[in-house]
């Protein structure tokens, strides 16, 4: 291992030699004080940060070109982290309360971490399956955790089955793009095809680009691959729903992003219409059966839908090279924004849950405005950011996405965006209305650590939208090269 | 370069056929056992294609994915079982169709 290597994977290191460390210091750790595992897993996680933000700005490429630092790594890495951070924080006394306080929940937590950073870093199609699997295997786990009780279990099954379906996919699309240019390395795939005809070799390619698409369309939950979505994100455990809706999200965007706009943009002639059409279902099928729901998990689950669906609008643009480097920054930038917004929401919602998945319900929101005014105006701004009004970062975020679109010449998507946005209105400011407006005697959780992170991502949803142009140069240096 | 007599294509009708057979059968299949059985033929259909390309293109690449693939399919059977095995001592069925307490 030379040092560049080192140097590239040293973040990745450690976090993983940390989690295996923390796998066997939680034995010796009884039951009732796992909070110091808890804090290892935070401690563990701080640390890595502080390792990729040492390494910001640097460039380099380890393992033979297989692995890369570089801006748009670090970018995700520290979100990564940050929302790793965060699900260490609500998860805490979530465990204890709802009586499910296993140390091992850390360590699958870490571990997954570790594969979305090593989604982030990337360049070649082994690393991307790899990366795909080490994140999603544990989730599959996490997403149980709640066993023996039935709608946990469901929820891992389901995500399980079709998560490795969708494994499938990608790795036969991998196949055939490996069939069709003789490598896996992107960077080599980019001069294959800037070399010359395939001839049958490329209808290989976009049939391989195109199943890899519908395998991380399963991921980052776009229509129609979003079945598993509500089921899963309903009955899964709610700090792993909310890490899953960060962290899994941003890392499927990750891969779509690396192996699009980095080895595909040639490709973009035949993918453009499937990318526009993804964005433009996701959108409005998420917003369309959001307005039933009357569980705000589930309500939850098909607004991530959606904006999974706003996400793609800004990557339908990626073969434009005028405009690609402004899709990636928009993304990456919306990505930021519907992680703190997302965490905030789903914080507030863990506010309010009993055991046995009760105090689900929207209703149970009533009366939360006089009896909790705090978590009521927290949950407030965290309906206007999902919806994209002020004074919220979502409002900017959704303004640079749909820029991006009107840039690349898809006004009619930027449409669909803004018409599909004022739908989704409805159903945010219900939540609103119910808290407000109707009567009712909900018993919020007062435990500090979710109390932080309801404050801490309601003020970041507030505060971060006064500095859109420091946030978004972030996200352009982060560009891929 | 050929393999024997046997060409190229006739290496990937069959993995196309097993891909398909696996991907219809996580459809159609109502045992999440047999499910998970559908994806491997999946996995496997991907990893006779990538020896075949491996061969043809006469690199070690190919082949090695193909180690990882298995690999991590193994790590996924686990997970997998151990899934289904919880799943069955609370509901005493696999069976897809009944895992319904979550709708909406």
């Known amino acids: 291992m030379t040092q560049s290597d080192l140097i590239t994977i040293l973040p990745l290191l450690a976090l993983v030699v940390w989690a295996c460390a923390l796998l066997l210091v939680d034995l010796f750790i009884p039951k009732g004080r796992k909070g110091w595992t808890a804090l290892l897993a935070a401690a563990g996680l701080a640390l890595t940060m502080g390792l990729t933000l040492a390494q910001a700005g640097r460039e380099a490429s380890g393992f033979g070109g297989m692995l890369r630092l570089d801006g748009f790594s670090t970018f995700l890495n520290v979100l990564f982290l940050g929302s790793g951070l965060l699900g260490v924080a609500v998860a805490y006394g979530y465990l204890k309360r709802m009586d499910l306080e296993r140390g091992e929940f850390y360590s699958l937590l870490l571990f997954s971490i570790t594969g979305m950073m090593l989604m982030a870093q990337a360049a070649d199609l082994i690393v991307i399956f790899l990366a795909l699997e080490l994140l999603s295997i544990p989730l599959y786990v996490l997403a149980a955790f709640a066993r023996p009780r039935a709608d946990s279990e469901e929820a891992g099954l389901k995500y399980f089955l079709l998560g490795a379906f969708s494994t499938g996919f990608v790795v036969y699309g991998i196949t055939l793009v490996f069939g069709a240019t003789g490598t896996t390395s992107l960077a080599k795939i980019v001069e294959v095809l800037a070399a010359g005809s395939l001839g049958t070799g490329s209808l290989l390619l976009t049939i391989g680009a195109a199943l890899i698409l519908v395998g991380f369309s399963f991921k980052v939950a776009a229509v129609p691959f979003h079945m598993w979505t509500p089921d899963v994100y309903q009955g899964a455990p709610t700090p792993v729903t909310a890490f899953m809706s960060v962290g899994a999200k941003a890392a499927g965007f990750a891969a779509l992003m690396r192996i699009f706009v980095m080895a595909f943009p040639s490709l973009s002639a035949d993918l453009t219409p499937v990318l526009w059409a993804l964005a433009a279902l996701t959108m409005f099928i998420g917003n369309i059966i959001a307005i039933s729901q009357t569980n705000i998990k589930r309500m939850l ?116 965006g803004v018409l599909t946005s004022l739908i989704s209105a409805y159903y945010y400011l219900r939540v609103v209305v119910t808290m407000y407006m109707r009567e009712g005697e909900p018993q919020a959780e007062g435990e500090y650590w979710l109390t932080f992170t309801t404050v801490v991502t309601a003020l970041a949803t507030v505060v971060l939208q006064f500095l859109p142009a420091a946030l978004f140069a972030l996200a352009a240096g982060a560009v891929l090269k | 370069m050929n393999f024997g007599s046997i060409p190229l294509t006739y290496y990937l009708v069959l993995s196309a056929a097993l891909f398909t057979m696996g991907a219809l059968g996580v459809l159609i299949r109502r045992n999440a056992l047999i499910i998970f059985m559908s994806v491997e033929l999946m996995l496997n259909a991907a990893n006779l294609a990538f020896v075949a390309f491996a061969r043809q293109y006469g690199v070690f690449t190919g082949q090695l994915f193909v180690f990882f693939v298995m690999t991590v399919a193994a790590a996924e059977v686990a997970v997998g079982l151990a899934l289904i095995v919880a799943i069955f001592r609370t509901k005493h069925s696999i069976d897809v169709d009944q895992m319904s307490s979550l709708k909406g």
Do not use: C, Q
């Not at chain 1, 607004?303 to 928009?330: C, E, F, K, Q, T």
């Not at chain 1, 519907?338 to 319900?361: H, I, R």
């Open chain 1, 301 to 416: 689950a098909y607004s991530s839908i959606a904006h999974a669906g706003y996400i793609l609008m800004a990557l339908v643009a990626y073969g434009n090279p005028a405009v690609a480097a402004d899709s990636v920054a928009s993304a990456l930038f919306y990505l930021v924004a519907y992680a703190v917004t997302s965490f905030g929401a789903w914080s507030v919602v863990m506010s309010l849950e009993k055991p046995d998945a009760k105090g689900l319900e929207i209703n149970d929101f009533a009366g939360l405005g006089r009896r909790n005014p705090l978590l009521a105006a927290a949950m407030t701004i965290f309906m206007l950011s999902f919806t994209g009004m002020p004074p919220t970062l979502g409002l900017v975020g959704k303004f640079f996405l749909f820029r991006t679109a009107i840039e690349g010449g898809f006004i009619g998507l930027a449409i669909i």
